[in-house]
Nanobody, 125 residues
Framework: QAQLVESGGGSVQAGGSLRLACAVS?????????MGWFRRAPGKEREGVAF???????GYVASVRGRFTISKDNAKNILFLQMNSLKPDDTAMYYC??????????????????WGQGTQVTISS
């Protein structure tokens, strides 16, 4: 079973940037399953933000497309989320996750079954 630990969250002003990282342990196989970033803002449902598949195909929720970039370093077992042009609406707890056992159809958010503890991102006006 994989374990995930997020880092890189913090408080920045609107228009700023942050890079989140997710250290994945549990073997090299895990990093080759579907990987994703999610977020949950106060009073809102958990939202899938971005995914990256075994073939490095990526997808994004419309609200972050063009501003966020998901990537991974298989050799170091690290998942990244580069966040630029941040907005107050991006304020949320951000979680990385693995759809363990799945390599395809990574946009099926309900398949993600291993989660990190989360890192807080706060964007001020």
């Amino acid at each position: 079973q994989a374990q995930l630990v997020e880092s890189g969250g913090g408080s920045v002003q609107a228009g700023g940037s942050l890079r989140l990282a997710c250290a994945v342990s549990g073997g090299y196989t895990q990093i080759n399953y579907c990987m994703g970033w999610f977020r949950r803002a106060p009073g809102k449902e958990r939202e899938g933000v971005a995914f990256i598949a075994v073939d490095y195909r990526t997808g994004y929720v419309a609200s972050v497309r063009g501003r966020f970039t998901i990537s991974k370093d298989n050799a170091k077992n690290i998942l990244f989320l580069q966040m630029n042009s941040l907005k107050p609406d991006d304020t949320a707890m951000y979680y990385c996750a693995v759809a363990s056992g799945w390599r395809w159809e990574c946009d099926e958010w309900k398949r993600y079954n291993i989660w990190g503890q989360g890192t807080q991102v706060t964007i001020s006006s």
